[in-house]
């Protein structure tokens, strides 16, 4: 059975640093790709970020690109993403994803999901 759990979520004030880790189990790691989306309160969830199934190539939404950085650790079995210049419109529940095809398209559906963890940014 496949898990996917985040955490390291909490408050910061605005121009602060957060990261957030992804723990995955179930599955051959290696072969999945990886995504973080978010939904901020009230409205749709969006994607954040994603990278390819040895971690060395990854896109980012245009809002976070700069400001964040998605990494892996395939022998851990963890995505990272790294979170800074954080604004208050980064608030939002962050959740981790995983699927086994087009890792770098960040469109679609992803195969499995962690019950997210809550950023929130105050100004």
């Known amino acids: 059975q496949v898990q996917v759990k985040e955490s390291g979520g909490g408050s910061v004030q605005a121009g602060g640093s957060l990261t957030l880790s992804c723990v995955v189990s179930?599955?051959?790691?290696?072969?999945?790709?990886m995504a973080w989306f978010r939904q901020p309160p009230g409205k749709e969830r969006e994607v954040v970020a994603g990278i390819d199934y040895i971690g060395h190539t990854a896109e980012y939404a245009d809002s976070v690109k700069g400001r964040f950085t998605i990494s892996r650790d395939n022998d851990k079995k963890t995505s990272t993403l790294q979170m800074n210049s954080l604004e208050p419109e980064d608030t939002a529940m962050y959740f981790c994803?995983?699927?086994?095809?087009?890792?770098?398209?960040?469109?679609?559906?992803?195969?499995?999901w962690g019950q997210g963890t809550q950023v929130t940014v105050s100004s």
């Open positions: 179930g599955i051959l790691f290696g072969s999945k790709c």
């Open positions: 994803a995983i699927r086994a095809f087009g890792c770098l398209s960040l469109q679609g559906d992803y195969d499995s």
